[in-house]
């Protein structure tokens, strides 16, 4: 059986989830929480060699990296496929894929640790990062449709990115922030509300929920001022 390695309060590892969950694939999950290295859980380097998560234990090996993973899963098992038929189609859900990655998710990582000790950070920043949100949310709206699924007629690969990393992105901006410049997409709000009506996104936002709390406990215990 394929076992997940990761934790569910983590938005790379419910990537990868939601893809196995909306694949109706069987799979076992194994708590793992980041922070591998030399001396800390240094077996999982074997397994993940940046020691991070999430990583997909498969007969074959494992692999890393979500994007990584779910490309795995799409060709190992067809059925019920995220990804579209044509190499247009294909190439064009990784753009968008990638835009969501680099120009939503990563910049708003940035903030974080703000986000955990309730800081607001430099001016510059600050700037420097509704800047880069700002380009990645325009071309959101160029790319995507959100009156069914943003690309195709089906849930795919493309509807995973957006809708476990917007609300997150979203609650980092709003939250440390206070400025959201993907509120101004049209459509958006109301897709992402019909996205997590699915049954499979429910549960990835039920076991984050659970997960969270504990998951903040460990990063109390690992690192100092948070």
């Known amino acids: 059986m394929l076992r997940l390695h990761g934790f569910s309060a983590s938005n790379y590892y419910n990537i990868a989830k939601l893809a196995l969950l909306e694949k109706a694939l069987p799979f076992e999950e194994v708590l793992t929480y980041v922070g591998a290295d030399a001396t800390h859980d240094p077996e999982y ?3 993940s060699p940046l020691g991070k998560i999430p990583c997909l234990e498969t007969e074959h090996g494992f692999v890393s990296e979500s994007r990584c993973i779910v490309d795995y899963l799409e060709r190992t098992y067809p059925a019920r496929p995220l990804y579209p038929e044509t190499a247009f189609a294909m190439a064009k859900t990784l753009e968008l894929t990638q835009i969501v990655d680099l120009y939503l998710e990563l910049p708003a990582r940035r903030l974080i640790p703000n986000l955990f000790r309730r800081t607001s950070p430099p001016e510059r920043v600050a700037e420097e990062i509704l800047e880069t949100v700002g380009k990645g949310a ?32 979203q ?50 215990s690992r690192y100092s001022g948070i």
Request: net charge positive; charged share 20%.
């Open 138 to 169: 325009k071309a959101l709206a160029k790319l995507a449709r959100f009156d069914g699924f943003v690309l195709g007629s089906s849930f795919g690969a493309a509807d995973v990115a957006v809708t476990i990393h917007v609300p997150a992105v």
């Open 171 to 220: 609650n980092i901006l709003g939250t440390v922030l206070k400025r959201d410049p993907l509120a101004e997409v049209p459509g958006l709000g109301a897709y992402v509300a019909r996205m997590q009506a699915r049954p499979a996104v429910q549960r990835v936002r039920a076991d984050q929920a659970a997960n969270f709390p504990e998951f903040v406990t460990f990063l109390k």
């Open 45 to 47: 380097l074997e397994k």
